[in-house]
């Protein structure tokens, strides 16, 4: 379960920069250059003061991805898959952005001055620039998670042992016995020593 949670870590530090990216790119696809102006209008200064707690949450992440990075080059071991393709993750993650901006806007028509409230604050005043821009920082979003899950399993395929596969078909070598060598048996007479002198002449 803990490796479970340090796999998805990368994940969910980075969501508050992309719901920050969502409401930042969809004003500024809204209104261009008078962007800034009009966040100051509706109520959005609150946004700075969440910055720091932003980049606390991606420095977190980053810092989850080096610890698995870690593991990988000591064990050799991978985050095992967990059977999401990159588009189910995409789709997810966009959702995810544009539901949160949704509730985010709702939320700041109710409580934040010179916000405009229901639908007109969510979708009105170039709010539809949220949906592509939720698509396009959920698809970044996917492609760093899932990004970073192969470079896990990168280093820890260089660290793993390479198993030895032997050639297919071809015996083992075996050592080379030597041929037994027959040597011819010599005569008896042959050599300089024989077996038995001839019998003397008998005399008569």
């Avoid at 080096?66 to 995409?90: F, K, N, P, Q, Y």
């Avoid at 539809?128 to 760093?144: C, D, E, K, R, Y």
């Amino acid at each position: 379960m803990r490796r479970q949670r340090s796999r998805q870590q990368l994940g969910v530090a980075l969501f508050p920069l992309g719901v920050f990216a969502v409401h930042q790119l969809r004003y500024q696809l809204a209104f261009g250059a008078d962007a800034s102006r009009e966040l100051a209008d509706q109520g959005h200064a609150y946004l700075h003061e969440l910055t720091p707690w932003i980049v606390l949450a991606v420095a977190l992440g980053l810092g989850g991805l080096i610890a698995r990075l870690a593991h990988a080059w000591r064990s050799g071991e991978a985050d095992r898959a967990t059977g999401r393709c990159l588009v189910m993750l995409w789709a997810l993650a966009s959702a995810g952005l544009f539901s949160i901006y949704v509730g985010q806007e709702f939320l700041e028509g109710l409580l934040a001055t010179g916000h405009p409230q229901g639908l007109a604050g969510i979708l009105g005043d170039g709010g539809l620039w949220a949906l592509p821009a939720s698509i396009a920082v959920g698809g970044l979003l996917a492609l760093v998670v899932r990004g970073g899950r192969a470079l896990v399993a990168r280093v820890a395929r260089l660290r793993r042992p390479q198993p030895q596969i032997a050639a297919i078909g071809r015996p083992p070598k075996r050592g080379v016995r030597p041929a037994s060598v027959a040597l011819p048996r010599l005569a008896p007479l042959a050599g300089a020593c024989a077996g038995r002198a001839p019998p003397p002449r008998a005399r008569c």
